[in-house]
């Protein structure tokens, strides 16, 4: 494919004011469906990978024991967080567009794969290879959402969409009860069809995606003027087609010098010399909801069977009222982040978190709650999870230059899930497997103080961004002043 030409002098231009200045029309919905599907995918393939743990245990083929799945689930994580590195490293010099089909192909083979694992070995593989192609999406597609969508609803449009990780996990759990009943179809194939199925959609996303331009915004700090002109005139067209009549276009407010890429080094220099306090307050964020989310959701079913004697194929039923919860929350509260403010809401729903998940650790150490029970505090506790956790994304998305934008958010995501997330699966399992309530309350209260720790680092760290341009919260590294 011929790549458009490009422009090495310095440009003016009004692309980010003319995209920050349209209504809310088919357009951005086309991408919320198209990219925000990403975070269905991955609360589908993690809420699965809960799910069917029952069942991978009573498999006549793979046989695993609690640790074995604790060890897949972190073999998955690690495939996300290589996956991250390395297609991140690509968005941010290839373009978001390129990318989005790469990373679900990815997804798509390698889920499909999982399906025929015929023992540790290979399905641990497959994981793997499923995580590299979820965490090379959520790179690129943060990248890409943060730059089209206006600034006056970035804040709720991103955890609306980020929660929607809980619409995949509630499919999930809703096709666990009927693949995983023994009634209904043999468990040994039924769970090889709740990874099949992910396949599935990810098809439907490769062809929702032909419709979603590249960013204008990465088009002119790479010099393809010409081409990122004509995307907005077609969006621009677009919504006079639908009615809207738009503003005046606002005159030329930033110029850049463009260039082809940017190294490595500049990465390092933009997140540690520029902007260090953000770096903390992103490598907090990431970690405390990683550790919190990766230990919780790869576990709830074997907390349910080992310790409430919920049986495998049941487990599903579960997962419904803590997806919705999850769901409800960036929902409800998302709005406030656009008006109330990024941080006194980063610090009000991790502290929230923090608070609700120790008091549903000590109910659970001395025995009071039941499966139900345990399910609604989950479900409470998440309600303000689900929000902190989409907000942490949504931070390290627009607090840094367009040019590594994608390599923050994967670095960010990388190192928050190596730290927070790989261990957190096989260590909250062991916990589990000892059949010690105590040893798993400290592992709740763990969690529980990241959280608390990390809402301490948002109220000294945060930084107003709120209804902001992103040119203004992060100057571009390609700004040229006069």
Request: with cysteine.
């Amino acid at each position: 494919m011929r790549q458009p030409r490009m422009r090495t002098d310095i440009i003016s231009t009004n692309v980010p004011a003319r995209l920050d200045r349209l209504p809310w029309g088919r357009f951005h919905w086309l991408v919320v469906g198209a990219l925000g599907i990403t975070w269905i995918l991955d609360g589908l393939e993690v809420t699965l990978a809960g799910s069917v743990a029952g069942a991978l245990r009573e498999s006549g083929v793979l046989r695993l024991s609690a640790s074995d799945v604790g060890l897949a689930n972190s073999a998955y994580l690690a495939g996300a967080v290589l996956g991250a590195l390395f297609f991140g490293w690509l968005t941010d010099r290839l373009g978001r567009k390129r990318l989005f089909s790469i990373t679900v192909l990815v997804y798509l083979l390698a889920t499909a794969a999982t399906a025929f694992s015929w023992d540790l070995g290979s399905f641990m593989l497959f994981r793997f290879l499923t995580g590299a192609g979820i965490g090379g999406e959520y790179a690129a597609i943060n990248s890409a959402i943060q730059e089209l969508i206006p600034a006056r609803r970035r804040g709720w449009t991103d955890l609306v969409i980020n929660g929607s990780f809980w619409v995949g996990a509630a499919m999930a759990g809703g096709a666990s009860i009927i693949l995983l009943d023994p009634r209904i179809i043999d468990p040994e194939l039924g769970w090889r069809l709740a990874f099949f199925g992910g396949a599935a959609i990810g098809l439907v996303i490769l062809y929702l995606r032909r419709f979603i331009p590249e960013s204008p915004r990465w088009l002119i700090t790479h010099g393809h003027v010409e081409k990122a002109e004509e995307i907005v005139a077609g969006i621009e067209a677009r919504f006079e087609q639908e009615g809207h009549r738009l503003p005046p276009a606002p005159t030329a407010d930033a110029k850049l010098r463009p260039r082809r890429s940017t190294s490595l080094v500049e990465v390092f220099l933009a997140l540690v010399r520029h902007y260090p306090q953000r770096t903390i307050l992103g490598l907090c964020l990431m970690a405390a909801q990683a550790f919190l989310y990766n230990a919780i959701f790869f576990t709830y079913a074997m907390m349910l069977t080992d310790f409430y004697g919920v049986p495998s194929d049941r487990t599903g039923y579960y997962v419904l009222p803590f997806a919705l919860g999850n769901v409800l929350g960036p929902l409800l509260l998302g709005r406030f982040f656009d008006t109330v403010g990024r941080k006194p809401m980063i610090v009000f729903t991790y502290a929230m978190s923090g608070l609700l998940l120790a008091v549903t650790g000590l109910l659970f150490q001395q025995g009071v709650l039941d499966a139900t029970t345990q399910t609604l505090c989950w479900s409470v506790t998440f309600f303000f999870a689900s929000a902190a956790a989409s907000s942490a994304y949504l931070t390290v998305a627009e607090y840094f230059p367009l040019e590594v934008r994608a390599m923050a958010i994967a670095l960010f995501y990388a190192f928050g899930t190596g730290i927070g997330g790989v261990v957190a699966p096989y260590a909250f399992a062991t916990l589990i497997e000892s059949g010690s309530r105590a040893q798993v309350l400290g592992g709740y209260l763990f969690a529980a103080a990241l959280m608390g720790g990390a809402a301490l680092v948002a109220a000294l760290l945060g930084v107003r961004s709120e209804r902001q341009p992103l040119e203004s919260v992060a100057r571009p590294l390609s700004w040229h002043d006069d």
